[in-house]
């Protein structure tokens, strides 16, 4: 079975502080997708970014971050020099084997304050 | 840009009502799935479907049945509404492959009196 876990429920930050968001996944799959998604107050799920098993090279796009570590099962997400457009809902989820389904984390809340 | 679109943002109904939430996709996908979002349990799966009349159950699909009668098109039906239906139910889609990432639609927030 899969299974996603997003231990932080609920982080704050001022507006330019960086902020990580943490993902452990688990599956005894060996081929696997992860992606996370952003769900801001409008609450349309918008999908971010996609990353396979067999690739565990770190990934930049602008202020968003992400370290795939295969040795501890995580994928965690870092805002470089956060802002207030960034308060949204994130989710880590996990697609394994030959499924079309995803299994979620319960999501984080991410408050960015001036 | 794929755009899944759910027939209502907000719906108030009465306990055992038959509720019926309609998801339109305009990109051909093959997959489309429902869930419902609750606090503090993210999303769960309730059905999916991968062709047209095929549909299977997901992690809850008590109380709940589907419909797939046109690729585009897919329906979740509340058969005998109850309290504890009352939330966020997110429509998405998908093209066939693990590869593939779901698109979602706005949502829409159920509310069972």
């Known amino acids: 079975a899969q299974k996603v876990t997003q231990a932080q429920t609920e982080i704050s930050v001022v507006e330019k502080e960086d902020v990580t968001l943490d993902c452990v996944y688990e599956?005894?799959?060996?081929?696997?997708?992860l992606f996370w998604y952003k769900q801001p107050p409008s609450g349309e799920l918008v999908f971010l970014i996609r990353?396979?098993?067999?690739?565990?090279q770190n990934e930049i796009s602008g202020r968003y971050s992400w370290n795939f570590q295969k040795s501890t099962s995580s994928f965690n997400f870092t805002i470089t020099a956060s802002q207030v457009v960034d308060s949204a809902v994130y989710f880590c989820a996990l697609k394994a084997g030959t499924a079309s389904k995803l299994t979620f984390g319960t999501g984080t809340r991410l408050q960015v304050t001036l | 840009d794929v755009k899944v679109t759910q027939s209502s943002r907000y719906l108030v109904k009465r306990t055992g009502e038959k509720v019926f939430l309609e998801c339109v996709q305009d990109m051909d996908h093959e997959n489309m799935f429902w869930y419902r979002q609750d606090p503090g349990l993210g999303l769960r799966l309730i059905y999916f479907?991968?062709?047209?009349?095929?549909?299977e159950k997901g992690d809850i699909p008590e109380g709940y049945s589907v419909s797939r009668e046109k690729k585009e098109r897919f329906s979740l039906i509340l058969e005998s509404a109850s309290t504890n239906q009352t939330s966020m139910y997110l429509c998405a889609s998908s093209l066939t492959g693990s590869v593939q990432p779901q698109h979602f639609g706005d949502g829409t927030r159920l509310s069972i009196l």
């Open positions: 599956t005894r799959d060996t081929t696997y997708y």
């Open positions: 479907s991968y062709d047209v009349k095929m549909k």
């Open positions: 990353r396979n098993s067999f690739d565990e």
